[in-house]
């Protein structure tokens, strides 16, 4: 997540260069093309690239509104594990009877389940999980693919133990395994965003139609602009590039970039709250922003 | 789903060859009935095909939203089928007191039951789910048209079996339940949106409007681009209508093609899961992608 | 619900003639008022249907958006039923102790409730629910305005009944009741789709701006096109009317025309799903599409 | 809610006289100023209209937007009480044993809970809600500010004591309590609409936008148009006052206005349905149209 | 919450004099280079300024349209916030059995519950929490960095104490705790809100076409506009702008400023609620608006 107001526009130029230099090229292409060769067969009418800068239009705006719509689900998901989280070592700590010792492994365990979910969607490797388990726990969710879900299925365990041994009785049951339904939808959730792959059609034809709008506008107004239509070109081009690739820098919320969802800082937040709800004392900081511009 | 980012433009022109040759031959007689017919008499405006391009792109916008919205509500919809069937496996494994066979035979039977949903969306013959139901199963579920509605009902069966023996009480049987309950949802939605026929006159309103304009357009720039006007009226009518072709390939999510839901994989991604909770030894391999170009 | 890809253009004009007459008729007294008294001395400029043209692509998105959402709002409700049919006869079959008889009445009586709250949104008579309801239900019904609610309230009785007998326990009870208290949320949601109507000033105005629009883009366009004015007013008029009725034909979902929500058909299939359930043998056949055009 | 289809137009330039009235006013100024002291200094080119044009379209539609959706919530929050208010008669009727005389009081106290909540929204003095409770009931909750939370509270009590007095049982109860926080939540969420002011800065824009539009209209057309100018800058503006004005009826729906939604029809058509159920004989009629034009 | 219908146009010119200042500076340069250095060598036709007020005006539409959503969500929560605290107090009052000193208690907490989340939302310090605090529980709360979550779990630590003093039993249990995830829910969700950033590269990029679009505007018009271009072009630049600004100020409706959801007063609605339901004497008074102009 971004924290600075200001960006440089130096950096958006460093982002798009390689798209700026194909622009650039056509846009000169066309230029003499038309100089050379056509000016005085046909001209291209203003109507050609006003058309298609309404199909561009309608493209980027699609992508862009289903890029943010999937960040801010992203988002909303994991607030929801934030708040489910609450309520689950809430419900823990006060609703079970007698020895606490399984609500706190419990709680342990739901950390390292977040850390371990929070990993398999940066697809980066992560061990801090490895301190909230026992070694059993380990050794059991070595052997699954999907170490998160194993997770969730020892802490229904945990919780029919409980029950059984009195500690909680139906109703209290019910909530906190409710508690453990609703993290099983917040994980699919959110490998549902990951694995699914926003139709690759629609920024494919995006690019050919900023190109062909590009090219076509150059050769409808060289007439009246002069060399400057190559320049003017890549101007109206990079403004649609540039919006198009900041629409594009949400679509996958869970990557590690500057623009995603900040899932390091939220998981933090959930074991900073957790571990004081237990009133330990070794509280980790939260984290920090990188270079005060970004957070991960 | 498509993996790949870059489809070749040839595909395209490939899926669009027919609607190309009449959008070609159209703009060539309306440029050769404008040269000898109609010049001396009147002219086409630029207006007309501007409010022309104004409806259609009204069209093709609210064409490709709604597509992609069925498209998006339909991967929820198996997003939630994965989450359901972990917490459905979760309360199985861990909640259900004494003798574990009826649980074991009920996640198989789920198995049977995706498997089965699947083949009914997607209109194919899958022969998979065959080997997760018992002969008894298989005997009372070919009496029903609706194949996976009758594997639910003989899971409520077990499930109150499982209660009367009382392997689970009165709150574990309604979490365990409620997943049944889920599951109907989730079927019932994946069928209206499989049974819905998105209104035809939407697309075929877009045809006609995009023909006029293509025709219409080729007579108002004629004037200045002379025979040149026949290229330039296909290629805006190429723009329009790969992005049509392009909206509508999402429209029916369930069906077997390169846009579509992954249901072999969103399936096989579930059976995994569930073998692996439940422990055991022949675990089927992930679906693979075509070409590496999709995943079915 | 229509089933055919291809209207016949034959019957959009059909169903526009008078609005056609209409416009060609104002177009032609634009053209000659402009021609003899107006011409020397004002022009109306292009500027001013464009702009218009910008209002009235707004209203037609905008009424075209509601209708569609109203429409697949409709779908959803009775896809709800549908979902939530099987569940409540899945539960009846499944988690009632000792004698079925009140169980497969209740079942039946659902139809009836289906039949009876279509019968109400389509406002036809519909007498198939009769048969579906005992001589008690059906002079205690009688005595309703409100049909469908009437039978809800039997079923509570009747469920109320179950639990008294124990045949089924607080637990069951529960999510019995659940499903009627979603029959009842289905019920009024359907209720106020079909009595809520669309704000009539919308299509008013809608109206109004095309006529003007048309009548102006006559004017504005006859300098240069001479008296095929008149043909490209029409023409523009008709793109925008017959958009505009497009949109507003989905506006009403439940009324009985072809491109409704398919309510016979869903209710059948609820039909041959619930008889399928109770394992009975007289199992109506699917409703048949009319024409093979359309399924009401 | 408005029954009719054909608004006169006469209503609609009754509703905007004064603003039409500025708007010539302004165009008869800006078009003498140009006349006699800009036309020989400069000329205002068509595209500073256009471009206000397209501000304005988007200030419009989503300031329509917004007003339809909070019409649109509004109808739904009172949909949704009419299908809790009768699941709660029906589970008052049907699940309370013993004797019936809390069960009707209830039901008869929820009419008044509704008649006091419309009233409070609408901004009226309505005594219909005081036949409906007792001189009990009166006296406590007079001593409220928010009448209608008052009386979900005394409902609170007598579910306590129904539950006390082992008329209905816990599962029962949970049922019947779900339903007056059902009823808390649909206050709530009307009062919010209610209280919560559309960002008036919206609307303020959007008005002087126009008035520039209008202006820059007139003195970019007057050129070609001449005096008429005057009238197509007016012809204009109406189309967008008239747009915006008809989108700010719907911006606060619990109004006593044409456009507001029916709370009187509604209110009644529950106070029937719970009647009837409690098989009465005094049944009210359902609210009569006004003028045969709109429904209060 | 703004609560006049009209904002004084100097406040606007205000809030954007320094930007007015800046696209007069650039109109002023743009318009005497061309005069002086470009004007013989090219023209900027009027589509470049055309295509980029079509990109600015999705931009803006888009800022617009997260931006108000992100407000009417923020309503949302805290309204659900009223409607859950009355059901809240509603429970406590009537469904706990015995002394009920605890239920006071508890009620109280929750007053203080919402101005501790209220100041830490708004980033204010404010004192009234504290006198609905015991001596215990402010202890308690300062050893935690978030205190409203400290307090809901002190919450259901004392409901944790009313179930083992029998004082409700489980079915009121889950419907007093299912309360306090709720509140955990709403809770979060506005921190949510509070913490995500709005992509800041949308409000950059719109600033930088915003200028591009002034200058070439500028460019596109002074030939026929002459020096009032510079006029005309900080006109336009002015309605985009106020448009931006005006969008903007909903983006971070936890702020206390007058766009702002009034948390104050929200705040103190649900406090009179409370009080008057607890019967207490001392209710305070309804916040008051500020200068009659918004209320915070």
Chains 1, 2, 3, 4, 5 share one sequence.
């Not at 900040?262 to 070794?282: A, H, V």
Request: hydrophobic share 45%; charged share 20%; aromatic share 12%.
């Amino acid at each position: 997540m971004l924290l600075i107001q200001n960006i440089r526009l130096s950096r958006i130029l460093i982002n798009t260069w390689r798209v700026d230099l194909i622009m650039i090229a056509s846009c000169t292409i066309a230029y003499f093309t038309r100089e050379y060769l056509i000016a005085h067969h046909f001209q291209v009418s203003a109507i050609v690239p006003t058309v298609l800068g309404t199909a561009i239009a309608f493209f980027i705006g699609f992508n862009n509104n289903q890029a943010y719509d999937r960040w801010w689900e992203a988002r909303k998901i994991w607030g929801a594990l934030v708040n489910d989280s609450r309520s689950f070592a809430r419900a823990l700590i006060n609703y079970v009877d007698g020895d606490n010792t399984t609500s706190i492994t419990m709680i342990h365990r739901h950390i390292a389940f977040l850390y371990s979910l929070k990993a398999s969607l940066r697809g980066t490797v992560d061990e801090i999980y490895i301190k909230y388990l026992t070694d059993d726990d380990l050794k059991e969710v070595a052997k699954h693919k999907n170490m998160h879900n194993a997770i969730l299925n020892i802490q229904a365990r945990d919780l029919q133990k409980l029950s059984k041994a009195n500690q909680v009785d139906g109703f209290r049951f019910i909530e906190i395994n409710e508690m453990l339904v609703r993290f099983s939808d917040s994980m699919g959730m959110s490998e549902r965003i990951k694995n699914t792959i926003f139709p690759t059609t629609y920024s494919y034809l995006t690019k050919v139609f900023i190109w062909l709008f590009v090219v076509t506008f150059t050769l409808a107004i060289s007439d009246t602009a002069g060399i400057a239509a190559i320049f003017l070109g890549w101007l109206i081009g990079f403004v649609f590039v540039s919006t198009q690739i900041n629409g594009m820098s949400l679509i996958n919320p869970f990557e590690t970039n500057s623009a995603g969802v900040p899932l390091n800082s939220i998981t933090r937040t959930i074991e900073i709250n957790l571990l004081q709800m237990l009133e330990e004392e070794n509280i980790p900081e939260p984290v920090k922003p990188i270079n005060e511009e970004y957070i991960l």
